[in-house]
């Protein structure tokens, strides 16, 4: 903008400066007053156009053509790639090229421009907001496990501490029993010492009573002792002990101390993020006509809620008891932990690292089993877990019913660290109906959920009998209140689950089959095989679907692609 104009001015003509303009030359795409109207028009080598100011229309400011001053570049030359003027078309170093219309040519690119903003804007662009907040959220978790190798450190140094202070008493103690016995060894000898001394007292007073008394019958009953006395009393000879301190090696020190690796910072190469066009055109797997059943688990739980791939021939189960089991497909039992607290557990979730999470809706904690060792990562407070999945990028989704069960919501952990919650949309209502539902215990799961490929986050509220699907940022994208063919019963959603196609398939627990749904929530077929009471869901990497029966505490595996 012109130095002397504001938006409070009256905008002035752009050749004198100092009259408010009237007019618009659509030509030059300048603006004109009264006065230098004719002026402007008196340059004949153009063909000007000059319109009121008001009825100028929105014109493309066309570059000068840096070979023809006079000329503007209104014409594009698509064998040399950019904008030229009539004159080099005509005579120029461009005559004979292809030519077309640069508005065309402009349309094509602004459309193209706006592909491209669009994909800043709603896909990469958000994608670095991510990896900045991950960034974040590593420095906030090596804070926090820096702060606890140091801890571990001080506490080594005090066990340390505590066993030499132990050995050190120990020594201490053996050295005061070693004196103790050799005094009183010693005090024996001179007490037997002393006892032939005092002996040797009266015999010698006696002797000189004898010689005093010139009783001859006193001398000629004497008896002399001095042979017994001659042979003197045993001597305890004592020898000192002496402390042999060992040389203290520091490598073994160090080494019983306990090691720190050595420091590794790796830079992974940056994933290059397909183009949109790359995102809705995955490799297709289309849907079987008949979906079959492949095997059948025999779980041994009175009912059986929930199922999670640890590969495509082993899943963990958890049921009506504290136990969760891991089972190959022969039904055979491979592993079983049992809940810290001793409470069933109420969902379970399989890692990117095959580490199994499970919540505790009684002691509302999260829990990580991680080599057999049950690790409580999360604890909430007002709130309780229900479902839980882990996302592609390692994270966990939570949903989650307030203690007073009026609220609803999911919330994204990164370990320990909440990063995402969602519960309302733009318009400030809930997006997930209220955790009570009447026909039931409190013990069961009300909500279900799963990650999508691209990203949404599926919802299955059975007591909202609705999928609700919000997109990475929460907002929402639809609400699937299930099929009209053939119910007999009200849609009653129970587990989600997503595949590489990013479908979404939802267990609808009364009509006793599989709902298949496309990502943007349009039906396309169910899968029935014979299912009795479908609630939980999970795919392997190979897209076939493990369906946990809760009547007969089975699992079928279902082929469906």
Known sequence: MHPRRSAQEVLLCDLCETVPLQSHCELCNINLCKACVGEHLSDLSKDHKVVPFLRRKATPNYPKCPDHADKHCEIYCEKCDIPVCSTCVTSGKHKGHEISDILEKLSAKTESLQKDLKELETRIYPRYEIMVSNVETEKAELERNYGKLTTDADEQGEVLHREITAIVNQRKSAITEMKTKHLDALNKNTYEITQKMAELKQIMSDLKSILKSNEVSLTSTYKSRNSEFRTLPPKVRVTLPSFSPQKINKDQLNEMFGSLPPLSINTEHGDTMKSAEAVSSPPVKPLLDEPRVTATIDTGYKQLHSVSCLSEDQVWTCGDNKTMKLFNLQ???????????????????????????????????????KNKQIQTVITLQGWSPRSVCCTAGNDLLVI?????????KVVRYSGSTEKQSIQFDDQGRPLYSSGYYTLYSSGYIYKYLSENRNLDICVADRSARAVVVVNQSGK?????TGHPSNTEQSF??????????????TADFNNYRIHILDQDGQFLRYIHCDLERPRGLCVDIRDNLFVAEHDTAKVKKIQYL
């Open 331 to 369: 039904s055979k039992l491979l592993t079983s932990i049992k809940t810290k607290s001793g409470n069933p557990p109420q969902d379970i979730a399989v890692t990117r690292d095959g580490d199994l999470v499970y919540t505790d809706y009684i002691d509302n904690t999260i829990n990580l089993i």
């Open 400 to 408: 989650m019913v307030s203690d007073d069960w009026k609220q609803s």
């Open 476 to 480: 929402l994208r639809f609400r699937y």
């Open 492 to 505: 009653n959603p129970r587990g989600i689950t997503t595949d590489s196609q990013s479908h979404i398939l």
